[in-house]
């Protein structure tokens, strides 16, 4: 019986370990560069994992207002250069729990954006800008070109999948006696 509630408690401290082990082992946002908005009653430190933005870069975004997020909640809005606008719940960040955040997240177009939050907490309600946000050109090749270039090796098999099967399908001459 003993050995038993023995093997149990092993068993379960090796799948918890097994499962926390992953957790863990995820690093945490690395912030390089801050901007600061004022959002009503609230100012909101706004971080970026890499810097300077280029279009179609992944990267973490981070958004910590003034004593933290228990107690608040809100939106933010991005605006792309082109009007285009993509509205979201500011939700915690899955690496930087204190914070709400974007991870590994790319902007898909270069010029000038804007993030507009909204938030309400027990200050009130506040709404601010980090206008003028810069992201710059693409890194790398154009996207089609780089399409074209890993897509070539698929082309190719496929000529040669093709090829082969026409040398060996051809008709064989029947042999008559």
Do not use: C
């Amino acid at each position: 019986m003993i050995r038993r509630f023995g093997a149990t408690v092993a068993a379960i401290a090796v799948v918890l370990g097994l499962t926390t082990m992953p957790a863990a082992a995820v690093p945490a946002v690395k912030v390089v560069h801050t901007e600061k908005v004022q959002a009503g009653p609230y100012t909101i430190l706004v971080g970026f994992s890499v810097w300077p933005i280029r279009a179609q870069q992944s990267l973490d975004f981070t958004f910590l207002p003034d004593g933290g997020i228990a107690d608040k909640h809100g939106t933010l809005t991005r605006i792309e250069p082109n009007g285009d606008v993509l509205e979201s719940k500011l939700s915690r960040h899955p690496r930087a729990r204190d914070k709400w955040g974007l991870d590994i997240e790319a902007l898909r177009a270069e010029g000038n954006w804007t993030f507009r939050f909204a938030v309400d907490g027990p200050q009130g309600q506040g709404v601010g800008e980090l206008k003028n946000l810069a992201v710059l050109k693409q890194p790398g090749p154009p996207m089609s070109l780089s399409w074209a270039i890993g897509a070539l090796p698929f082309f190719l098999f496929i000529a040669a999948v093709v090829l082969a099967w026409r040398r060996t399908s051809r008709t064989k001459p029947v042999l008559t006696s």
